[in-house]
């Protein structure tokens, strides 16, 4: 017992409870994915959590560089236990401090559209969002001059196909990339063609609203396309990414669409020309 004692004492606390903290922020970051992605309770609780088990993976950080300045100025034991704690809190630590870089000059907006002036409306997912979400009216002027100062090439499709074979080259987009599509509706009798899916994020699966319209523009069609955040007022770029990216997606797959084919005119087998008056015209010599 006295030299398990003594052994313990050799080891920094310091770097003990670094590794504690950051294994506990592990856990409690695991956990707020979980409560997302299962949808067990409301957002608000959940990222509540995510913010809490990044704050003890800070303090898990410095808790384990202060531990390799005592572990070199009184020679205990414990460097383990401080790299532990660093690359766990790094890496927890790392897609959100990039996240923080790369969208420091990004326009504090969540609702991203091709069409501002007119944009396209949530009807099925503005049924099912919840309360405590955002509102599913588009911001306005506002928002608009922001976007087009930030994502200036956030532009609608404007495609020389039907508006019937736009939608199903849309429809064929969406349900590549298995998004959940809440509601459709093709073109016929000259509405508008929609398609309304719910889309989650990669890694803490927040769910996000799309909602596409496909209407005629003279001989040929044009895509809308809106992307929105249910939660927060900054989305980290995420909504003009997916815009972008499902509009280019749309347009490839229109220009790998086979040409319908057109009927050839139906011809008379075994009648030759006919005269005005009925009868065949007279044999020339």
Do not use: C, H
Not at 67 to 95: D, K, Q
């Amino acid at each position: 017992m006295l030299r398990r004692y003594i052994a313990e004492q050799q080891t920094s606390q310091l770097a003990i409870w670094a590794r504690r903290m950051a294994l506990f922020s592990l856990m409690a970051t695991f956990l707020a994915i979980i409560i997302v992605r299962s949808g067990l309770l409301e957002i608000r609780p959940a990222l509540a959590t995510f913010a809490g088990a990044l704050a003890l993976s800070v303090i898990a950080v410095l808790l384990a560089f202060a531990a390799f300045i005592v572990i070199w100025r009184e020679g205990l034991m414990g460097i383990g236990y401080a790299l532990t704690a660093i690359v766990i809190g790094a890496g927890l630590l790392a897609y959100p401090a990039y996240l923080g870089v790369v969208s420091y000059r990004l326009p504090w907006i969540y609702d991203i559209t091709t069409d501002p002036i007119d944009p396209p409306r949530f009807e099925a997912l503005a049924r099912i969002r919840p309360r405590d979400a955002n509102p599913v009216i588009y911001a306005g002027l506002s928002a608009a001059e922001q976007q087009r100062n930030a994502y200036p090439e956030i532009e609608p499709l404007e495609a020389d196909a039907s508006v019937q074979a736009a939608y199903d080259a849309a429809l064929a987009v969406v349900t590549k990339r298995r998004w959940n599509i809440v509601a459709r509706r093709p073109p016929e009798r000259g509405r508008e063609g929609r398609i309304e899916a719910v889309v989650r994020t990669p890694i803490m699966g927040f769910r996000e609203d799309v909602v596409l319209r496909v209407r005629a523009d003279g001989p040929g069609s044009r895509v809308d396309v809106r992307s929105s955040s249910r939660y927060g007022s900054f989305d980290f770029g995420t909504n003009a990414t997916r815009v972008r990216n499902l509009i280019d997606d749309i347009e490839d797959a229109i220009g790998t669409q086979k040409p319908e084919p057109t009927a050839a005119p139906a011809s008379k087998k075994g009648k030759g020309p006919q005269s005005k008056t009925g009868q065949p015209p007279p044999r020339q010599r």
